[in-house]
């Protein structure tokens, strides 16, 4: 009917005067003059645009915009609320956090098992003191521990804390054995005699420190940790002299000069690896952050272990035989577990950096046993690197310039003969003698030419190694006081097959070293192995 009533000719504005003075003019309207036939609409008009265009009705209001909205509106009634925590997870200062999408925006709200209210800690007294644990945990590590480190960071700060602590109150104890040593505290003390005497051991020791430091600078890098662990056990040993101050008085400034020296040296030390073993951890170059860690970590430790010496005073103030003899009674004990903690902690430093003994471990593995061992595994085999395990195999392998000594004259000769200007290095045998008995024994040398690179080098030990393999394994495995060598003729083929094979294989076992997280950029070497030849083309 609606549309059949759009379709009329009857005039609008007729039909609006009838609209409003006639209320029958409703009927009329609705129905269709006979005379005009109806038509039929593919598409029905909505009755709201019908009166509109048909009627002209309240033309200020717009009927297309109320409806518009009304559907707006009923479409959003019609649509629920969803809210939801979104898949990420922020996480600050001991804190976390996720996103979550209430409906009408996004918000960061915190995880409940990270956060704690007073609230909460009446209401389940367990759960929240778990929770307030996790909370102090988290804030310690945060405090004490950087944010990425290698995984055995942890172990070797536990073995430190329990180095530092013992260490730190032996000091506490040797330093008021000291003062008691120079009359401080006695009638009888000249503190003009105790100042001099303080000031020349500190000068002294502080001038073995550059001697020192400055003769074994290469050595902090190529043997740290044997190093690092013997000038600990001088450490303690220091510690002991000072013990001895209250005892001998009068000798006070040669027992404290010769104490503060080996401190001295000892605390060079640990200044110079400290370094290297810091950066060993430091996985995202953070070595700046574990380093600050360190430093922390050393005052908290060292506070505690004062606050043991300052509570074994206590507990003894009454008895002062007893006290005096305090010092004598702790220190093998605080000195044992000290060094104890040294050893295990330096276990857990796995150095990424090459040495000559590091390289030919890595290589004898490869050959032998067809795999690369990680940083971990050669510094459980390494140990702290004693100087008296070295030279004790078959066929010892050194790098430096050939022994007049110890050499073979005629084999010397023309292995030198035979190089060219291409080669960076030479590969010659030596007899040399070792130990209380002085036997005869045999050895391979590898002279590096200067210029030599780290794949020369590299290239170098892998070679001697090849012969080494092929020395042991043959007809001169069993060593005698005679020579084993082979002839000339064999002693060349031996040379050029084993420098094939190393060409060969040298980029393949470069490329695994990379794969397990050896720094494969430079070999630290002694000052002896960094010895070179010089190459004269006559």
Known sequence: MQSSLCATSINSTHCHHSWASSPNAKISLIEPAKTVKPITLVKPLRVVSSLKSSFNFHKD??????????????????????????????????????????????????????SFSLWDFCLDFDDAVRRLVRICNSALRNFFLPREVSGNYLEYVKWKLLHRVFSSALQVLATQAMFRAIGIGYKRSLPSAAALNWVLKDGLGRLSRCIYTASLASAFDTNLKRVRFSTSVLFSLSIGVELLTPLFPSYFLLLASVANIAKQISLACYLATGTAVHRSFAVADNLGEVSAKAQIQTVCFDNLGLVLAVLLNIMLRNNQRVQAALPFVVYPIFSAIDLFGIYQGLKHVHLQTLTKDRLEIIINAWIHQKYIPSPADISREEGINCSWRKGRELWPIRIGCLNVRGQLPQL????????????????????????????????????????????????????????????????????????????????????????????????????????????CKNILLTAQEQARYSFVAD
Request: net charge negative; with cysteine.
């Open 61 to 114: 209001f717009d009927f297309e915009k109320e409806d518009h909205q009304n559907h707006k509106n009923q479409q959003e009634q019609e649509q629920p609320t969803n809210s939801y925590h979104l898949p990420i997870v922020i996480r600050s200062s001991g804190s976390a956090s996720r996103y979550f999408w209430d409906g009408n925006g996004l918000k960061l709200v915190s995880i409940h098992e990270n």
């Open 412 to 519: 010397a000769m023309l292995t030198m003969q035979a190089l060219k200007d291409e080669d960076f290095y030479f590969i010659c045998m030596e007899r040399f003698s070792k130990g209380l008995s002085r036997i005869d024994r045999h050895g391979i040398v590898l002279s590096i030419r200067e210029g030599a690179c780290y794949s020369d080098v590299m290239t170098g030990l892998l070679q001697a190694c090849y012969i080494r393999k092929h020395l042991v394994s043959g007809r001169n495995s069993v060593e005698s006081a005679e020579c084993p060598y082979p002839h000339s003729q064999e002693w060349f083929k031996l040379i050029d097959d084993s420098k094939k094979l190393a060409k060969l294989n040298v980029n393949i076992l470069n490329e695994e070293m990379l794969a397990v997280g050896w720094a």
